[in-house]
């Protein structure tokens, strides 16, 4: 008898076979610049924690004083009996520090994205996209019934050209839709632009800030305060609680009329439980130290300039990076493994982004900088990365 679910070993040795499985690895504890992994302390080059914030103490004791007063769980999704104070003040606070009217907390940034924006667009409507969006939006976006478009990557033009064919092509709606910061390049999208072509043909514009917030703008309010935008010009500011705030969570910022469309439509909302208390406890204190601990923000973009003049210096190419995820080019596949092998040998765990995430010529190490890494972790891993880029020819 045939075995029906034999097609998964199949389909999972062919990963094998072209090297892209994932080999995950298993972090020991903390998630800190000097991290355990697989038996190994290493330097941190890859998390997302930019600000350190996930071993902060005052986000700790904010979750550890949650369980006590609030329990473990919530016991609901938001809509039924799951919103509890914490969760109403973690969105006030959230609206307060992003300068928006109002907040709405997701589970996730993904299901943020792939519950709100089939909600945004429907038939006759268009949704234009930049080409190197995250995956999470692809989702949301192929959730839609609208008809797509994608412009290239950060080009203006393009996206005019894109703008115009919509326009003509549909009666309805536009939606223009952008990550901030993009997660491979850590390159800027031009918010301030993108905003500018929107008001010409009427579209609403959506950003995925998931990598800006707490790392652009002031005091790390992201990328509408970066270009000194208002949520006027910007109409959903999403973003997630998982990567500078150091937590977990997805969340959109906007008009209240925003949100409370959002919440009622969301099935992503409606149908998946909401966050324990000690989540949005922790939440809240993140935003807490954003707003009284300027320096954590100062220190990552700090370290983020040293480490890419000292690429730079010795001769690597770092893309068009203008924030502190820093890739290392180096072109073929197989250097980016050799390099971040040659690195985990070192005791510094930087991960090499291949082909099919990036296109086959532009393999690279993507370095993530933490505002908790010192100048000594820095000068150990840029003395690595000469030693073992001038081992493999990178430069
Ligand atoms: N958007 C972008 C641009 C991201 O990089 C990520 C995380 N990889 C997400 C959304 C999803 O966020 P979360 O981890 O909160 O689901």
Same mark, same amino acid.
């Given at each position: 008898?045939?075995?029906?679910?034999?097609?998964?070993?199949?389909?999972?040795?062919?990963?094998?076979?072209?090297?892209?499985?994932?080999?995950?690895?298993?972090?020991?504890?903390?998630?800190?610049?000097?991290?355990?992994?697989?038996?190994?302390?290493?330097?941190?080059?890859?998390?997302?924690?930019?600000?350190?914030?996930?071993?902060?103490?005052?986000?700790?004791?904010?979750?550890?004083?949650?369980?006590?007063?609030?329990?473990?769980?919530?016991?609901?999704?938001?809509?039924?009996?799951?919103?509890?104070?914490?969760?109403?003040?973690?969105?006030?606070?959230?609206?307060?520090?992003?300068?928006?009217?109002?907040?709405?907390?997701?589970?996730?940034? =993904?299901?943020?994205?792939? %519950?709100?924006?089939?909600?945004? /667009?429907?038939?006759?409507?268009?949704? #234009?996209?930049?080409? &190197? @969006?995250?995956?999470?939006?692809?989702?949301?976006?192929?959730?839609?019934?609208?008809?797509?478009?994608?412009?290239?990557?950060?080009?203006?033009?393009?996206?005019?050209?894109?703008?115009?064919?919509?326009?003509?092509?549909?009666?309805?709606?536009?939606?223009?839709?952008?990550?901030?910061?993009?997660?491979?390049?850590?390159?800027?999208?031009?918010?301030?632009?993108?905003?500018?072509?929107?008001?010409?043909?009427?579209?609403?514009?959506?950003?995925?800030?998931?990598?800006?917030?707490?790392?652009?703008?002031?005091?790390?309010?992201?990328?509408?305060?970066?270009?000194?935008?208002?949520?006027?010009?910007?109409?959903?500011?999403?973003?997630? =609680?998982?990567?500078?705030? %150091?937590?977990?969570?997805?969340? /959109?910022?906007?008009?209240?009329?925003? #949100?409370?469309?959002? &919440? @009622?439509?969301?099935?992503?909302?409606?149908?998946?439980?909401?966050?324990?208390?000690?989540?949005?406890?922790?939440?809240?204190?993140?935003?807490?130290?954003?707003?009284?601990?300027?320096?954590?923000?100062?220190?990552?973009?700090?370290?983020?300039?040293?480490?890419?003049?000292?690429?730079?210096?010795?001769?690597?190419?770092?893309?068009?990076?203008?924030?502190?995820?820093?890739?290392?080019?180096?072109?073929?596949?197989?250097?980016?493994?050799?390099?971040?092998?040659?690195?985990?040998?070192?005791?510094?765990?930087?991960?090499?982004?291949?082909?099919?995430?990036?296109?086959?010529?532009?393999?690279?190490?993507?370095?993530?900088?933490?505002?908790?890494?010192?100048?000594?972790?820095?000068?150990?891993?840029?003395?690595?990365?000469?030693?073992?880029?001038?081992?493999?020819?990178?430069?």
């Amino acid at each position: 008898m045939r075995d029906p679910v034999s097609w998964m070993r199949e389909d999972y040795e062919k990963l094998v076979e072209q090297n892209f499985d994932w080999k995950i690895r298993e972090l020991q504890g903390p998630s800190t610049p000097r991290a355990k992994v697989d038996g190994k302390d290493v330097i941190m080059l890859c998390s997302n924690n930019y600000l350190n914030l996930s071993n902060h103490e005052r986000l700790k004791e904010a979750a550890l004083k949650a369980i006590k007063s609030h329990g473990v769980g919530s016991g609901s999704v938001r809509a039924i009996a799951g919103t509890m104070d914490l969760h109403l003040e973690l969105e006030r606070r959230l609206a307060k520090f992003k300068g928006a009217e109002a907040a709405l907390t997701y589970s996730a940034g =993904f299901t943020c994205n792939e %519950g709100l924006i089939p909600q945004l /667009v429907d038939k006759g409507d268009a949704i #234009v996209s930049d080409e &190197l @969006n995250h995956g999470s939006i692809i989702d949301g976006v192929r959730l839609t019934k609208a008809t797509r478009f994608v412009y290239r990557h950060n080009d203006m033009d393009d996206l005019e050209r894109v703008l115009e064919e919509a326009e003509k092509e549909n009666p309805g709606k536009i939606l223009i839709i952008t990550d901030g910061v993009f997660s491979m390049d850590g390159d800027i999208a031009p918010l301030d632009q993108i905003v500018k072509k929107g008001k010409k043909h009427g579209a609403m514009i959506y950003v995925d800030d998931a990598h800006g917030e707490a790392v652009l703008g002031k005091g790390g309010r992201g990328i509408v305060s970066h270009f000194e935008l208002t949520h006027n010009d910007v109409h959903f500011e999403m973003g997630t =609680f998982s990567k500078a705030f %150091g937590v977990m969570g997805g969340h /959109v910022s906007g008009s209240e009329d925003m #949100v409370k469309y959002a &919440l @009622n439509k969301s099935r992503s909302w409606l149908l998946s439980a909401s966050h324990p208390p000690a989540t949005a406890a922790a939440c809240i204190a993140a935003i807490d130290v954003l707003e009284t601990e300027p320096e954590h923000v100062k220190r990552l973009w700090d370290n983020r300039e040293y480490f890419v003049k000292g690429l730079k210096q010795m001769g690597y190419d770092t893309g068009n990076s203008q924030t502190p995820i820093v890739p290392a080019m180096t072109g073929e596949s197989s250097k980016a493994v050799e390099l971040s092998n040659g690195l985990m040998d070192e005791g510094i765990l930087a991960l090499p982004i291949v082909f099919p995430m990036v296109a086959r010529d532009k393999a690279r190490i993507r370095n993530m900088l933490n505002s908790g890494l010192t100048k000594e972790h820095l000068d150990t891993s840029l003395e690595a990365y000469e030693r073992i880029g001038k081992k493999l020819g990178i430069i």
